[in-house]
């Protein structure tokens, strides 16, 4: 149910029937989660506030499933507490290299990776499309544009790094790029820019009008 409808669709019995895993020789796991609810006057917050000794005074609760029961229900309360973690917004191509040079700049093979941006250019992932040696990489444009759409993404950012350390982007680089920004006008996509990382420092087509 949960696959085919979605982790909501679930009620409180149901999410707490899975935390079980079974129930006992008169009950299903559902049924005794709704015993257990019962109990707690159908309330979340109050079933958080029973001791695990209490849990297992019900038929089919061991320690297992009562501490199970118990840690996702302070996972939850701590959730609550926690600030959702802003996502960092990629408008430059300095942006873009903060969030590449982690994975980029001290590699000694060549990596080609993509920046997901929504439509106010808040960064949705960070993929890896492909690994290659000391001197290139192949990209397949088909898996740039699965990605991106699979991801819903209104923004690109590509970017590979040049392990020699030379920062001028080759032929290969200049044609890729051309390709990848003809073929996102047709989907919508908006290729931001392009950066050739080199350790500490980075050249970016956006930057030198190569988009």
């Known amino acids: 149910k949960l696959l085919d409808k979605g982790r909501q669709s679930l009620s409180d019995a149901e999410l707490i029937a899975i ?6 020789t008169e009950q299903t796991a559902v049924e005794l989660a709704k015993t257990i609810l019962s109990y707690a006057d159908n309330n979340l917050n109050e079933l958080g506030k029973i001791a695990v000794s209490d849990l297992c005074r019900f038929k ?8 199970t029961v118990i840690a996702a229900l302070e996972l939850g309360r701590r959730r609550s507490q926690s600030a959702p973690k802003e996502k960092p917004t990629v408008i430059s191509s300095n942006d873009a290299f903060k969030e590449l040079s982690p994975v980029l700049s001290d590699l000694n093979h060549e990596e080609f990776w993509v920046l997901l941006l929504n ?20 990209v397949d444009l088909r898996i740039i544009f699965k990605t991106a759409i699979h991801a819903l993404a209104t923004g690109i950012v590509l970017a590979h790094n040049h392990p020699s350390g030379n920062l001028k982007p080759s032929q290969q680089d200049l044609d890729l790029t051309k390709k990848l920004v003809t073929a996102s006008r047709l989907l919508d996509i908006q290729i931001m820019d392009h ?3 080199a350790g500490t420092q980075y050249y970016s087509f956006a930057d030198n009008g190569k988009i």
């Open 19 to 24: 935390l079980f895993g079974t129930g006992n």
């Open 119 to 138: 439509r106010s250019n808040k960064l949705k992932e960070r993929i890896l499309i492909s690994k290659g040696g000391l001197t290139g990489t192949i």
């Open 195 to 197: 950066l050739i990382v």
């Open 60 to 67: 089919g609760v061991g320690e297992v499933k009562a501490i």
